[in-house]
Structure formats: C-alpha cells, structure tokens
C-alpha cells in the first residue's frame, strides 16, 4: 500500500486545508522546494507541528542533527547536488536481516521517486527518518561544505578530510531518534519508560526480571533497533566487563 502524500496527511490532521495546499503546491511548482519547506516559508504551517505531524501519522523516528555528524563514507553515497536539489542527507547503515539499509534524513518520506532513485545509486535499502527542513538546510551546508569548498560526498575536494573539530560531536544513529520523542510511536523508548522498566527489575525476583529482559529484547530485535547479532555481542561484552571487574 502506497504512503499518502504529505499534503494529503496535513489536510487530515487539521493543520492546512484545501486552498492553503494549494497555494503552497503552485509556489513549490515555480521554485522546486519540497512542499513541507514550502509551507513553512510561506508562513502556513510551523516546522515542528509538520513534523510531528508526519511522524504520527507515518509512524517514523525524528531525528535532530544540530551538534551532530555524519561519518565520511556515508555521505559518499549521496552526491551533494542531489541531497541539496531534493533536501535530504544520508545518516547511517546499518545490516538488518541481512541487508545494507541506509538510513536517509528527509522532510518529504512520501516521495517515493527519491527513495526509489537512491535505492538505485546505492544498491541498498532505503529507510526514510524525518529532520525538519530548517535543519536539513543546515546539515546540508555543514556536511557538503567547508570554507566555502564544496565537498564530493563527504570529503573536501580540497582538503581530503573533514575538519578534524568534527571529531567532538556525536555520530548520528538510532539513539539520535530519541531527541523528537513520536507520542505512541513503537520505535521509540522514551526515558520514563527506560526507567520504569529498571524500577521494575530492581524491584523484582529473578524469574521475572528475566521475563521482563526477554519481553524487551524481543521488542528491541521485532523493531529492528539492534539485530540478534549485536545482541548477542553486546551481552559477551557487558559479561566479560563484569568478569574484569569481578
């Protein structure tokens, strides 16, 4: 079944009716913007309630990028010209059941043509997660330029690397959705929900506190927020701290 486009899903929920669509899709047809950029540049719609929005009604992460960066070879795979014509930015890949999915930042998941044509550079599988357009804009600038250089992917046609500064911010994965928290939204563990679930361990006899960690990782490998695989190195690694420290 075939996502509904993003005006469709705004007229739904309340927040722009028929004619403000339409206003917004005649400006998008002469300047070329996404039409959730368009609509907060004409003063229709406010960025944060068009991408909570489109996270409850998609049921997708948000994620914010300000303070954060994208390793090098990940922005390889998305030349600059085409993130900055269709306002997107590639995050991170990650295998999921065997697959190599990347995981692409974007104001509009509904333009399918896009994730079709990035599919088709990268030989991967495409997963949409929403950045508000403002700071795709600025992502955009950050990651594919510096100095005023434009950058081949993520490397600086000038300098072969990015600035050594970037080192001190964060990479961007899943943890990262948790910065926009989706109300309902299964993949997303909000921190009360973290520490109701430690509450309930501490609190617990042994054979529950294993039903409960069973019932969780379940959950973690059903919504595709870490594999058995990484599951399973994880548990040898926190194990053999605990020996160490023993």
Not at 75 to 88: G, T, W, Y
Not at 134 to 155: P, V
Not at 180 to 195: H, N, W
Request: aromatic letters at 4%.
């Amino acid at each position: 079944m075939s996502r509904p486009k993003v005006g469709e899903i705004l007229v739904r929920s309340g927040l722009i009716d028929e004619m403000q669509l339409r206003a917004a899709l005649g400006d998008q047809r002469n300047w070329g913007q996404p039409l959730g950029a368009t609509l907060v540049k004409m003063g229709i719609i406010e960025e944060r309630d068009l991408v909570r929005a489109l996270a409850e009604q998609l049921k997708l992460p948000v994620v914010e990028l300000e303070g954060k960066r994208v390793q090098a070879e990940v922005l390889d795979l998305v030349p600059a010209d085409f993130a900055e014509k269709h306002l997107c930015v590639p995050l991170f890949v990650r295998r999921q059941g065997g697959v190599q999915v990347l995981h692409v930042g974007m104001d509009d998941p509904c333009n399918v043509e896009v994730l079709d044509d990035l599919g088709f550079r990268t030989g991967m599988k495409v997963q949409p997660v929403l950045v508000s357009p403002s700071e795709l804009c600025e992502a955009i600038d950050r990651f594919y330029t510096r100095d005023g250089e434009s950058f081949s992917g993520g490397r600086s046609l000038e300098l072969g690397e990015p600035d050594s500064g970037d080192e001190d911010q964060p990479i961007v994965h899943e943890s990262s959705f948790r910065d926009l928290t989706i109300p309902g939204d299964p993949k997303t563990l909000e921190l009360d929900e973290a520490s109701a679930i430690e509450t309930s361990l501490e609190a617990s006899d042994d054979a529950t506190s294993r039903t409960i960690l069973r019932a969780l990782c379940h959950l973690l490998i059903e919504n595709g927020v870490i594999d058995r695989d990484e599951l399973s190195d994880l548990v040898k690694q926190l194990h053999e701290r605990e020996t160490t420290h023993a």
